[in-house]
């Protein structure tokens, strides 16, 4: 009884922390197409402010990653197989790479 009121809260966290990395993914992304097309608007197109639209979504990319990680990490806490564990660590290690 306990285990499945653990695991339905976990499941809940999961989808919330997915939902939550969804949001961060595409605010950034209209952030980054907001800023690019003012870019564009005030023909603005030095390297500089190009650097800058694209620091900032690279910092929302990864946040949302984050969040992505740590929905997978509850996941597998749920259902620990050895399938599970291997994504999460290939994700954990792609992860790294991107930042």
Request: proline letters at 1%.
């Amino acid at each position: 009884m306990i285990e499945g009121a653990l695991q339905a809260a976990a499941e809940g966290a999961s989808l919330a922390i997915k939902g939550i990395a969804v949001l961060l993914i595409a605010w950034g992304s209209i952030e980054a197409a907001v800023g690019c097309i003012a870019l564009v608007a005030r023909r603005q197109t030095g390297h500089g402010a190009r650097k800058e639209v694209w620091r900032r979504f690279g910092v929302w990319l990864l946040l949302g990653l984050e969040f992505e990680l740590a929905a997978d990490i509850i996941e597998t806490v749920i259902s620990p197989e050895w399938i599970d564990i291997a994504q999460l660590g290939a994700i954990a290690v792609i992860r790294t790479f991107l930042n």
